[in-house]
Nanobody
Framework: VQLQASGGGLVQPGESLRLSCAAS????????MGWYRQAPGKQRELVAT???????NLADSVKGRSAISRNNAKNTVDLLLNSLKPEDTAVYYC??????????????WGQGTLVTVSS
C-alpha cells in the first residue's frame, strides 16, 4: 500500500492551495482519510479528517478556511486550504486507515509535501 501526496509548494499569504493524496495497492477498503502537518520544531498535528461516509473533522486552526473531501471510488483525499497564513507553513502528511484482506486495519502515511507560506 502506498499513499502518494502532491500539491505542496511556495505560496503567498492569503493565497489558496490544494493538496491531493491517492492510496494505491492491494487492500479491501479505506476507512478514515486525513491530513496532518508538522511545522519545524513542533509535533505533528491533525489538520482534517474525513470518514468514508463523508463526515469531516477540521482543526480549529483551519476551520472556516479549509475543506477536505474524498473520492471513495478512486481512494483519494483532497485538502483545500484558503487564506493561507505563514503559520500554515509545514510538511503536510496524508493518512489513510487501510482495511486489509485479513480484515485488520492499519494506518498508512504519505511521504509528506512541504507547504511554505511566505511573501
Amino acid at each position: 500500500v502506498q499513499l502518494q501526496a502532491s500539491g505542496g509548494g511556495l505560496v503567498q499569504p492569503g493565497e489558496s492551495l490544494r493538496l491531493s493524496c491517492a492510496a494505491s495497492g492491494t487492500f479491501l477498503g479505506v476507512n478514515d482519510m486525513g491530513w496532518y502537518r508538522q511545522a519545524p520544531g513542533k509535533q505533528r498535528e491533525l489538520v482534517a479528517t474525513v470518514t468514508r461516509y463523508g463526515k469531516t473533522n477540521l482543526a480549529d486552526s483551519v476551520k472556516g478556511r479549509s475543506a477536505i473531501s474524498r473520492n471513495n471510488a478512486k481512494n483519494t483525499v483532497d485538502l483545500l486550504l484558503n487564506s493561507l497564513k505563514p503559520e500554515d507553513t509545514a510538511v503536510y502528511y496524508c493518512n489513510a486507515r487501510i482495511i486489509r484482506y485479513d480484515s485488520t486495519s492499519y494506518d498508512y502515511w504519505g511521504q509528506g509535501t512541504l507547504v511554505t507560506v511566505s511573501s
